[in-house]
């Protein structure tokens, strides 16, 4: 069974949740790991107060019995804590009563570079806040969650991800210097956006197809990386920088000895060639614009007048760079577990290890 992720809930509704499907059976959860997932996208400098506000933990509702899946689907929830003031705002039903706390007044003033304006037109909706509330990044949430449950199961056959911020608002490297970039962003009302660096270890040759276009990995990878909030570009290896060399100075030439068998002095590739992993550390970058929620404003119109007005003002991050490192972490390794479960199969936890065992008993390749 093809493993897969359905995730729902809204920024400030009673709770996000993902469904995953899928699973072998006897997959040993650790309720901490996931925590600390959820604990990592919340941190990193230039976040907003909300961030003291949520205090994210995983609770499952289905799929697991004493820490091990079942086979069937595993639904994972996380609570939204703010929901307590937003009663009346986000109630499912008409609410009785008179209005009170969070939410209640509609809102008619759309940001530039948010969902806000299209998808009030593509849904006719006339309150912006029935697109942002979905449309927010805090539903990555569940995200994080079930990328927590792909990290257990790559785990078991020794694959790792880990993820870091290489720039943000332009620069590059210095940690030191980021921080006080993102320190003048704050003093100016401003944002910043940036990239991360993702890099995973242990993955055997295989993994992925060239026969088909939504089987190759490389371009289900670019398809799961771009489907977070505010990500504009994703590149693998070199990227784009192979284009602006010859082609005697852009592929890995390939080496075999009796200790390691095939392999590569180079990584231009990234890990992948052709849709396919080949053995060598998977390299992937992605870039994410500027949050676009603005403590000075940018111009937009009043829905409600057509009069020029200003954008939305919400609480908002400077940067959130070192949480999208975690959640592009997250939505890698939930590709790259599905990628292995379709490879491998398996029913039971057991005969998955035992099948990507096998494989790597057939091929000539030495992990590292």
């Known amino acids: 069974m093809t493993l897969s992720l359905v995730t729902a809930g809204e920024s400030h509704g009673p709770a996000l949740i993902a469904v995953v499907s899928g699973l072998p059976a006897g997959l040993e959860l650790n309720r901490d790991a996931i925590n600390h997932d959820l604990w990592r996208r919340q941190q990193g400098y230039g976040r907003s107060p909300r961030q003291q506000i949520e205090t994210d933990k995983v609770e499952v509702l289905t799929g697991l019995r004493h820490g091990k899946t079942l086979g069937s689907p595993l639904t994972l929830l996380v609570r939204n804590t703010d929901h307590k003031n937003w009663l009346w705002g986000m109630n499912p039903w008409q609410p009785e009563g008179q209005p009170g706390g969070k939410g209640v007044k509609s809102v008619v003033l759309p940001r530039p570079g948010h969902a806000d304006l299209a998808a009030v037109m593509k849904y006719e909706y006339d309150d912006v806040r029935n697109a942002l509330e979905r449309a927010s990044a805090r539903h990555t949430a569940a995200n994080v969650a079930a990328g927590g449950v792909a990290k257990a199961l790559l785990a078991t056959i020794g694959v790792t991800v880990s993820s870091r911020p290489v720039e943000i608002g332009g620069v590059a490297g210095d940690e030191e210097a980021m921080r006080a970039a993102m320190d003048k962003a704050k003093k100016d009302k401003d944002t910043l956006g940036g990239v991360v660096e993702l890099r995973v270890d242990g993955l055997p040759p295989g993994l992925g197809s060239y026969v088909s276009k939504d089987e190759r990995l490389d371009a289900r990878i670019a398809w799961a990386l771009m489907g977070i909030q505010a990500v504009k570009s994703v590149e693998i290896g070199d990227g784009l920088d192979l ?43 992605c870039a994410m614009k500027p949050i676009p929620t603005l403590m000075k404003p940018l111009d937009s119109v009043d829905l409600s007048t057509g009069e020029p007005s200003t954008a939305l003002v919400e609480r908002s991050d400077t940067a959130a760079v070192e949480a999208m490192a975690v959640i592009a972490e997250a939505a890698l390794a939930f590709e790259l577990a599905a990628s292995a479960k379709a490879k491998f199969g398996g029913d039971a936890i057991g005969d998955f290890t035992a099948a990507h065992a096998a494989y790597l008993a057939r091929i000539d390749w030495r992990r590292g």
């Open 243 to 285: 284009a602006r060399r010859p082609g005697s100075k852009a592929h890995d030439e390939i080496y075999r000895d009796d200790e390691r068998g095939f392999f590569r002095r180079t990584n231009r590739a990234g890990g992948l060639e052709a849709g396919i992993t080949n053995g060598e550390q998977l390299v992937v970058r």
